[in-house]
């Protein structure tokens, strides 16, 4: 099974790894295939630091991706297409989750969120605390 990592998962687990439940832990350490990270995880942080809701280095927030050991996603056409083609949801309109859910089911993967709202996504979403 190939994970593709929420944002906040990813940001938790390099930069507040105590903020990391055990559930998450044993997910990500018990993963028999990929455990993705997406550059849209990555636009998405430069984005909250260029505005200033987050304090954090870029560059090397990408580097200690790279360090983990989780492989990067680039984002394809064919991600686009399928985020085009996803319902749009009255109770959660993130461009960035949007694109991370669509990316995950053009590459098969399970999308790990803390986000309840993006279950109604499908079955490709994996709500975990």
Do not use: N
């Given at each position: 099974?190939?994970?593709?990592?929420?944002?906040?998962?990813?940001?938790?687990?390099?930069?507040?790894p105590a903020?990391v439940s055990?559930?998450?832990?044993?997910?990500?350490?018990?993963?028999?295939?990929?455990?993705?990270?997406?550059?849209?995880?990555?636009?998405?942080?430069?984005?909250?630091?260029?505005?200033?809701?987050?304090?954090?280095?870029?560059?090397?927030?990408?580097?200690?991706?790279?360090?983990?050991?989780?492989?990067?996603?680039?984002?394809?056409?064919?991600?686009?297409?399928?985020?085009?083609?996803?319902?749009?949801?009255?109770?959660?309109?993130?461009?960035?989750?949007?694109l991370l859910?669509?990316?995950?089911?053009?590459?098969?993967?399970?999308?790990?969120?803390?986000?309840?709202?993006?279950?109604?996504?499908?079955?490709?979403?994996?709500?975990?605390?």
């Amino acid at each position: 099974m190939t994970l593709l990592l929420d944002t906040h998962v990813v940001f938790r687990w390099l930069v507040e790894p105590a903020r990391v439940s055990d559930a998450v832990r044993s997910l990500i350490a018990s993963a028999p295939d990929a455990v993705l990270v997406s550059h849209v995880s990555l636009c998405e942080l430069a984005v909250k630091r260029t505005t200033g809701k987050l304090r954090l280095d870029v560059a090397r927030f990408a580097e200690q991706v790279t360090a983990t050991g989780f492989e990067w996603l680039p984002i394809s056409r064919e991600h686009i297409l399928a985020c085009d083609a996803l319902a749009t949801r009255p109770d959660h309109r993130d461009p960035f989750d949007r694109l991370l859910v669509a990316q995950a089911d053009v590459e098969r993967a399970r999308f790990v969120t803390a986000d309840h709202a993006l279950a109604a996504y499908g079955e490709r979403v994996m709500v975990v605390a």
